[in-house]
């Protein structure tokens, strides 16, 4: 028979009430019953001061006006708060919000990966020193369990790599180009519209959302701190319809990839960039804002993780979960659970040692001799070229100025860079030389 107890409130102060705060609420109404009886029975989780910009807005949620503030210390501090929620997003209200409801004794649960890649040891060391949790599942990959995964379930594997989508709304443009043949603005509209994108987009498209992604779970895998600075990132805002044509000629579809991967001598390779992959391989099929996560572990072997990367209720899902741990935590000796550097020795390949084929795309001016010259170059460094292909426009096919493309063998990125710095400065090349890796998974 279930055994009756008293009923225990648990108070949370959200910072946030935007696309993922406002899921939460609605996830925390939706299934009260069932979150109580999985945190024990009989407890209840209430809002009870929440920060926002502007007070006046209208939401899909519906809050006690007197429980809304713009200072985020009355979140904080309210007596009430036993739980720190902060979906602000950005990394300095954001930083002060965390520190002090660690130094508060008060867990918190973040979905924000700048705030912790950027500023994540600091927040660690502090979560450490005042036995404090911090749990951030909604940080890496939205609804995916991978943080978990990777603190917990897969604690007892080395992780030989970690390949993924781990953008949401870069894999939702690339779609849309692909599919539907937006363009670029168009498609990211959308992802903003659905919520996908970040409260500034710039970080979606540029690589940087998924390089602080990234450089969490690599902080996890290899328990080393990593110098956001020292990670090579490239963006989809390179990305043209010429080059999703191409690669749908050759066999390809571009994605934007993580790879990170620990080489034989302990160095940890470690980029973002978008990348031609085989249209037969697994993540080629990672449509719209699904993300998946390629885990390679010594002992469990391959494990694919795939899910909704971004969104409301996804993300929503993974903060209540991190809620629930938070709550049965309350009263737990173990509070820490973030990461804290344990490798002396740990450190990143330079980006000029990592090695792949390549898709390089000069815009060109065409006269006779370009490609010669070009191939010239690439001869001397020693590259070898696979194919080259200039898309011809049946309206104008005497246009001055042209696409051409490369395809290119297996080389370090350094000699690559190198060569294509003197290629840049040849007459005939209109602007730097746009590079996609090409990935064998
Ligand atoms: P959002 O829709 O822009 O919401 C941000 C909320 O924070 C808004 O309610 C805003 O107030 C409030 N806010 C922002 N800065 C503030 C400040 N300085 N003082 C007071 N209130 C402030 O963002 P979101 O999409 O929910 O994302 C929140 C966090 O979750 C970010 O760290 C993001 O990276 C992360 N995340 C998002 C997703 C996703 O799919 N959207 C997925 C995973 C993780 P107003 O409403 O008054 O403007
Ligand atoms: N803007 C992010 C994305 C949200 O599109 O993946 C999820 O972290």
């Known amino acids: 028979m279930k055994q009756q107890s008293k009923q225990q409130t648990i108070g949370l102060g959200l910072a946030g009430l935007g696309t993922v705060g406002s899921g939460v609420?609605?996830?925390?109404?939706?299934?009260?019953?069932?979150?109580?009886?999985?945190?024990g029975g009989n407890v209840r989780m209430a809002v009870e001061k929440v920060l926002v910009r502007d007070p006046a807005k209208p939401r899909p949620v519906t809050i006690d006006a007197a429980k809304l503030t713009t200072d985020w210390r009355e979140v904080v501090d309210d007596p009430a708060v036993a739980i720190v929620v902060e979906l602000i997003g950005g990394t300095d209200t954001a930083f002060e919000i965390v520190a002090a409801a660690l130094k508060a004794g008060k867990p918190v649960v973040t979905g924000n990966k700048a705030l912790l890649a950027e500023r994540g040891v600091e927040l660690f060391a502090l979560s450490r020193e005042h036995d404090t949790p911090i749990h951030f599942e909604a940080a890496v990959a939205g609804?995916?369990?991978?943080?978990?995964?990777?603190?917990?379930?897969?604690?007892?594997?080395?992780?030989?790599?970690?390949?993924?989508?781990?953008?949401?709304?870069?894999?939702?443009?690339?779609?849309?180009m692909t599919e539907a043949g937006l363009d670029f603005a168009e498609a990211l509209r959308e992802a903003q519209e659905l919520g996908y994108a970040e409260a500034d987009p710039a970080l979606d498209v540029n690589g940087w959302d998924a390089a602080h992604k990234a450089i969490?779970?690599?902080?996890l895998a290899y328990g080393f701190a990593i110098d956001p600075?020292?990670?090579?990132?490239?963006?989809?805002?390179?990305?043209?319809?010429?080059?999703i044509e191409f690669a749908t000629r050759l066999g390809y579809v571009v994605k934007l990839?993580?790879?990170?991967?620990?080489?034989?001598?302990?160095?940890?390779?470690?980029?973002?960039?978008?990348?031609?992959?085989p249209k037969s391989h697994i993540l080629a099929s990672v449509h719209g804002v699904f993300n998946a996560v390629a885990v390679h572990g010594d002992a469990a072997g391959e494990s694919l993780f795939y899910g909704r990367g971004a969104g409301q209720d996804p993300t929503a899902?993974?903060?209540?979960?991190?809620?629930?741990?938070?709550?049965?935590?309350?009263h737990s000796e173990h509070g820490h659970r973030g990461f804290l550097p344990y490798?002396?020795?740990?450190?990143?390949?330079?980006?000029?040692d990592t090695s792949t084929a390549y898709y390089v795309r000069f815009d060109v001016t065409d006269r006779p001799g370009v490609i010669a010259q070009i191939a010239q170059l690439l001869a001397d460094a020693g590259i070898g070229i696979s194919g080259t292909h200039s898309p011809v426009d049946p309206e104008s096919p005497d246009a001055e100025f042209v696409d051409m493309v490369f395809l290119l063998h297996s080389c370090p990125f350094g000699q690559l860079s190198r060569t294509l710095e003197k290629?840049?400065?040849l007459d005939c090349i209109n602007s730097a030389p746009v590079v996609f890796r090409i990935e064998r998974l």
């Open 343 to 352: 490798r002396e020795d740990g450190r990143l390949m330079p980006v000029e």
């Open 423 to 425: 290629i840049e400065a």
């Open 216 to 219: 969490l779970l690599a902080s």
């Open 229 to 243: 600075e020292r990670v090579h990132v490239a963006g989809i805002e390179q990305v043209r319809p010429t080059d």
């Open 143 to 176: 609804g995916i369990p991978i943080i978990k995964t990777v603190q917990e379930s897969f604690v007892g594997n080395r992780i030989h790599s970690m390949i993924g989508i781990i953008n949401g709304t870069s894999n939702y443009i690339l779609e849309r």
């Open 317 to 330: 899902s993974s903060v209540v979960g991190d809620l629930v741990e938070a709550a049965r935590g309350l």
């Open 257 to 277: 990839l993580a790879v990170v991967r620990e080489h034989p001598g302990g160095e940890v390779e470690l980029r973002l960039q978008p990348s031609f992959i």
């Open 25 to 39: 609420v609605i996830a925390l109404e939706r299934n009260a019953d069932l979150i109580s009886d999985r945190t």
